[in-house]
């Protein structure tokens, strides 16, 4: 899923600053690499024990649909990852109701559990953070 | 005030590593520090020394190169996303290195802000 484990970046010079950090993906899968890089941004950022949210919006939340099938496009699938993300705390997930209506999706059409926030209940959610990584 | 600085697009396709310099630039001339410069999706490609744009055009390669140099910044690039891209310490133009996606979590830590540069 990554090159790099998270375990080779644990660096006792940042233990005891924990800052809150947002992962915005806002790019449909397999048209461009964005969200299958963040994924790697994601990961290792759990090595440094920060507060970590990561946001689905736009064409960001085709990432989580589920049933991706990739076999004839000769691409790996991307979205198994996202299920593995509990694994390594990540656990606050947060998808934009008005990106969900617009496409037809629901929460059930997700691989994994999320919160739906409203497009301004996001706003305020992106108010609080101290980095927003946005792709 | 310390600032990180992520540039997600490579040279000439879109603006962004324009904008991302002209900020740099123009964030150390008014005394800031800039904690560091992260390169990361198709932004590796602004350190490949392959880089030849005619005469005539801005070099982005050469001006992030000048600009780490001059005023000692560090300028990251991810490797992961270097190497799949064909970048690798060979290719690397001077004031350059390659480093773990660590550098770019770390640079929000250390910074007060951290912008962030794409399409």
Same mark, same amino acid.
């Given at each position: 899923m990554t090159d790099e484990t998270p375990e080779e970046f644990e660096d006792d010079e940042y233990v005891g600053v924990v800052k809150k950090f947002m992962f915005i993906n806002r790019k449909a899968p397999y048209g461009s690499i964005y969200g299958h890089e963040m994924q790697e941004t994601i990961l290792i950022s759990t090595a440094f024990e920060q507060d970590v949210s990561v946001v689905f919006m736009d064409d960001g939340v085709f990432l989580l649909k589920?049933?991706? @099938?990739?076999a004839t496009i000769n691409?790996?699938?991307?979205?198994p990852a996202y299920r593995a993300f509990k694994g390594y705390d990540i656990e606050k997930l947060y998808v934009e109701r008005e990106s969900l209506d617009a496409r037809g999706?629901?929460?059930? @059409?997700?691989?994994v559990p999320v919160e739906v926030l409203s497009a301004t209940e996001l706003g305020d959610l992106m108010e609080q953070q101290d980095i927003i990584i946005s792709a | 005030m310390k600032f990180g600085i992520l540039v997600n697009e490579g040279p000439f396709n879109h603006q962004a590593s324009d904008s991302a310099y002209q900020f740099t630039w123009a964030a150390l001339q008014k005394g800031?520090?800039?904690?560091r410069v992260f390169f990361y999706h198709d932004g590796v490609?602004?350190?490949?020394?392959l880089s030849e744009p005619q005469s005539?055009?801005?070099n982005l390669v050469k001006l992030w190169s000048e600009l780490g140099q001059e005023f000692d910044v560090e300028l990251m690039v991810c490797v992961s996303a270097g190497l799949r891209r064909g970048l690798t310490e060979e290719n690397l133009a001077p004031g350059f290195e390659l480093s773990g996606l660590g550098q770019l979590i770390g640079a929000g830590i250390d910074s007060d802000r951290l912008i962030v540069f794409g399409d």
């Open positions: 589920k049933g991706h @099938d990739t691409m790996k699938n991307v979205s999706l629901s929460p059930n @059409d997700l691989l | 800031h520090e800039i904690v490609n602004n350190a490949s020394n005539d055009d801005r």
